[in-house]
């Protein structure tokens, strides 16, 4: 997950999966190391459809425990 391409394809599945894939969701994107593939997971969770709710829930979680852990000293 240091790739925004990489992230880009597993947030495309994630957006059109209609089965709860929320367990995948977390850890995957839990190890994302670069600025554009944050960027892109921001933009999905804030003006992208997603096929099942949960997953958008998932993702909308990780990213905001990801943002914390990156601004804590």
């Not at 554009?36 to 921001?42: D, K, W």
């Not at 459809?49 to 601004?71: E, G, I, M």
């Amino acid at each position: 997950m240091g790739q925004k391409e990489a992230t880009a394809v597993l947030l495309q599945w994630v957006q059109t999966n209609p089965t709860d894939v929320s367990g995948y969701v977390t850890d995957w994107f839990t190890l994302m190391r670069d600025g554009g593939s944050v960027q892109l997971v921001n933009t999905a969770v804030k003006e992208s459809n997603f096929s099942n709710q949960s997953n958008k829930d998932a993702l909308s979680a990780t990213l905001a425990v990801w943002l914390s852990q990156r601004s804590q000293p």
